[in-house]
């Protein structure tokens, strides 16, 4: 069987998503979760693009041992330099370089000639080659490029060196036979191509990206582009577990062999979640909550008496298993860090002993703790930004006959600060008052509630995003009173914003 090649680019493209920004911290989790699930190459960062980036890509190359460390650069000397600078202690090396070759893009982005193009693509491969021996090279945009130029390119950087050659459908345009007879027609054209690998990189504007990389794996790709739970630019990327499950299930159709440990998979979707709090929907494919569940009569009568009835997978497979525990107030230590661990999140004694402090102090107000209530807990005290403010108190007096009134204290540099507003409701009371200490009004883009389980002590979890400079801040914050929850994700989404702005950005806009 042919060997597909799984690239994870979760921690570059699925970044990029809205309101998905990671620190360094979260990326090296992510990282090492990545490496235990067995994907073949993790794309770190645009190495680049900010200071943060590279030393997130710093940091994941001297922690990750199995698999190889790519960073993303541009056609241009200097990205491929900082590119190789930010892998050089990885023990396997990949620099990812690229340049647009549709005619749009071209004209309108590059304003350039395919000559010149050619030219940088070549230059690039040549001294991305000069630090590593492991080189990819991606034509933008191939899905709407001229396919006669593009031919002409891939063979121009095969002969100066690339290992692998990308061809991104960029904008998720196009459908999955055309995209599977782009990768056909490549295979057959360009010259030296079976000494490289062929990867897919999909987006899912049209809701077409793993059905377009899996036609591309069927005419000849071996290597395939994706993201934990499909998050990424737009409407997203090729969803990881969706290929390796297709892969795992239809061997009758897609007779190919893939490295990923499919019992990983369901840990590793539930801490990019909770890290990045993009919420995967009820209905997702593989690790939605609904993804084994039956609620029609006709189905359960079905499953219960033969699960291959309604049930194309097990369950077990990636990972989904029932929980046995039962973590309340007098659940000690070793439960809560085994439940931990199960759920795929490997905590440092000084965080481990943060999350139990706050795991108590929640079980002291309800009476079974379930694994959403431990992930919120994660997300609000263990994976965050340095707190720039805290907030320590909040008080609202409101009714229907009259104007809410919230004080709320910060501290800031050990120092409490304090104020008190009006608003036109209790939450904007709050808003007011925690921007009157900032010194600043934030633009509030979303707010949302929710409740991650059933009865009357149930956390609340609300998430907020502030919109700057083109860019969205996500914040989430949870108690069993949500005005409580309601500032703490307000403040944690203002701490990511001057995060943000304190970070030296090599270039403003990429």
């Known amino acids: 069987m042919k060997r597909i090649k799984i690239f994870d680019t979760t921690l570059r493209d699925g970044e990029q998503s809205p309101g998905c920004s990671m620190t360094l911290r979260e990326k090296i989790e992510i990282a090492q979760q990545l490496e235990r699930l067995g994907v073949d190459v993790i794309e770190a960062g645009f190495a680049i693009s900010s200071q943060g980036d590279y030393e997130s890509i710093e940091a994941i190359s001297k922690k990750i041992k199995k698999s190889c460390i790519c960073s993303l650069a541009r056609a241009i000397p200097?990205?491929?330099?900082?590119?190789?600078?930010?892998?050089?202690?990885?023990?396997?090396?990949?620099?990812?370089?690229?340049?647009?070759?549709?005619?749009?893009?071209?004209?309108?982005?590059?304003?350039?000639?395919?000559?010149?193009?050619?030219?940088?693509?070549?230059?690039?491969?040549?001294?991305?080659?000069g630090f590593v021996e492991d080189v990819e090279f991606s034509c933008e945009d191939a899905g709407r490029s001229d396919f006669a130029f593009l031919v002409k390119v891939y063979e121009a950087v095969i002969e100066a060196g690339a290992t692998v050659i990308n061809v991104p459908d960029t904008v998720g345009y196009q459908s999955p036979d055309e995209y599977g007879e782009l990768i056909a027609n490549l295979n057959k054209q360009v010259k030296g191509i079976d000494a490289v690998d062929i990867s897919v990189h999909c987006h899912n504007d049209l809701g077409f990206a793993t059905a377009n990389s899996l036609f591309g794996v069927l005419n000849g790709a071996t290597q395939v582009e994706c993201t934990i739970n499909g998050i990424g630019e737009r409407a997203g990327n090729t969803a990881l577990e969706e290929i390796v499950m297709a892969l795992t299930t239809r061997k009758d159709r897609l007779p190919f062999s893939h490295g990923i440990n499919t019992n990983e998979i369901f840990k590793t979707s539930r801490l990019v979640s909770t890290i990045t709090g993009s919420v995967v929907q009820p209905n997702k494919a593989i690790v939605g909550s609904n993804a084994f569940s039956h609620e029609a009569g006709i189905h359960q009568d079905g499953v219960l008496k033969f699960k291959e009835t309604y049930e194309i997978m097990n369950a077990e497979s990636i990972g989904l298993k029932a929980n046995t525990l039962v973590l309340g107030k007098h659940s000690g230590r070793h439960a809560f860090k085994e439940r931990l661990t199960f759920l795929g999140h490997h905590l440092e004694k000084n965080d481990l002993d943060k999350a139990f402090e706050r795991f108590k102090q929640l079980a002291d107000k309800k009476k079974q703790i379930l694994d959403a209530d431990l992930e919120v807990i994660l997300a609000d005290d263990i994976y965050q930004v340095p707190d720039l403010y805290t907030l320590k108190y909040v008080q609202v007096s409101a009714g229907n006959l009259t104007r809410p009134v919230a004080v709320v204290q910060l501290i800031r540099d050990e120092k409490v600060l304090e104020a008190s507003m009006l608003g036109s409701g209790p939450v904007d009371a709050i808003y007011k008052a925690i921007d009157s200490l900032v010194g600043e009004t934030f633009n509030l883009r979303d707010f949302a509630i929710q409740s991650v389980s059933g009865g009357t002590d149930a956390l609340g979890v609300v998430s907020v995003q502030l919109f700057e400079n083109q860019r969205i801040f996500s914040g989430r914050g949870s108690s069993t009173d949500v005005l409580v929850s309601a500032a703490k994700a307000y403040v944690m989404a203002i701490n990511h914003v001057l995060h943000a702005r304190g970070q030296k950005k090599i270039y403003a806009h990429l």
């Open 78 to 129: 200097k990205d491929i330099e900082v590119a190789y600078n930010s892998i050089k202690l990885a023990k396997h090396q990949r620099i990812h370089t690229f340049i647009a070759t549709s005619p749009i893009h071209m004209e309108h982005k590059l304003k350039m000639s395919e000559q010149q193009v050619l030219d940088m693509a070549v230059s690039a491969v040549t001294l991305a080659k």
